[in-house]
């Protein structure tokens, strides 16, 4: 079967409308910012929670490919 533990993510107010291309985005960049600042706490998992159920795995992927060059265009 499955171990993983599926939930829904609760509503952001910050991003009312369907399309979610901006609030995948912010979420991405908050993941980063609150660890290069807090660290791996338990505060910042809920930005990457976010990012990872509504971010393609590409865009995911190429983003940590261009965080590692050193080339990512975003706040980190």
Do not use: H
């Amino acid at each position: 079967m499955c171990d993983q533990e599926f939930r829904t993510l609760r509503f952001d107010p910050r991003y009312p409308f369907q399309n979610q291309t901006k609030a995948c985005y912010d979420n991405y960049c908050d993941f980063y910012k609150c660890t290069r600042l807090l660290g791996e706490v338990d505060d910042c998992k809920i930005f990457k929670r976010y990012f990872e159920t509504i971010c393609p795995n590409f865009w995911i992927s190429q983003w940590d490919e261009q965080r590692g060059r050193g080339a990512f265009p975003g706040p980190i």
